[in-house]
């Protein structure tokens, strides 16, 4: 139950903070794909534009590089946990869907007013969830509309995003889009509504902060 709450990051989070360049020589199953959702794809190229729409946001909000560096030597997954959380996305929407649960652009702004007002400004809330959660302003908007999905699932089935019936939702949810990740960035147990790494020797994982140095 610790580990779901930890997903939730307040109600339902999308993504943590890191980033490793993965070598590997993909499945031919899925070519040029991170993962299948719903038979959509989630492209190599999308997680990777993701990965940088996050290093771009940490760069700008440090005021040098020492900060920075600190920043990705803090986090060291960011590839895997932003498909993690770019499926786990998809799976609440589906999940909303299925419960007839919408979100409008009114609701995302009051819920932004509020939280704005509680963070001492815009600057404070996009540097909050950057930090804490992984989110790059930009995606700022989109990830309180599923905040609200998951409130709102959570309040139609009576409980809330840390028991077992949310959970549920979204497990079937999960099982309905048949989640496919292709192998270098492990397997999605629908159960669980989780990312799970996988045992590939053939993946090695090397940090930005490594990167830079042989450069």
Request: one cysteine or more; aromatic letters at 4%.
């Amino acid at each position: 139950m610790h580990r779901r709450r930890r997903r939730t990051a307040l109600l339902l989070s999308a993504a943590i903070v890191a980033a490793p360049l993965l070598t590997a020589c993909g499945s031919d199953a899925h070519p040029g794909a991170a993962a299948v959702v719903g038979g959509q794809r989630i492209t190599v190229a999308q997680l990777e534009s993701r990965v940088k729409e996050v290093r771009a946001a940490q760069r700008a909000a440090v005021a040098d590089d020492a900060q920075y560096a600190q920043a990705i030597a803090q986090t060291g997954t960011l590839a895997r946990d932003t498909l993690h959380g770019m499926v786990l996305d998809r799976v609440l929407h589906r999940a909303a869907q299925d419960a007839d649960i919408t979100v409008s652009r009114r609701e995302v702004q009051e819920m932004r007013t509020g939280l704005e007002q509680q963070a001492g400004g815009a600057k404070g809330l996009e540097t909050a969830w950057l930090q804490q959660y992984g989110i790059p302003p930009e995606r700022l908007d989109e990830n309180l509309h599923l905040q609200l999905e998951a409130q709102k699932l959570a309040s139609q089935l009576g409980t809330d995003t840390s028991q077992p019936a949310f959970w549920n939702a979204l497990s079937k949810a999960s099982k309905e889009l048949d989640v496919d990740l292709n192998p270098r960035y492990g397997s999605w147990d629908a159960q669980k509504v989780s990312r799970v790494d996988a045992k590939t020797p053939w993946v090695r994982e090397i940090t930005t902060a490594e990167t830079q140095q042989t450069t």
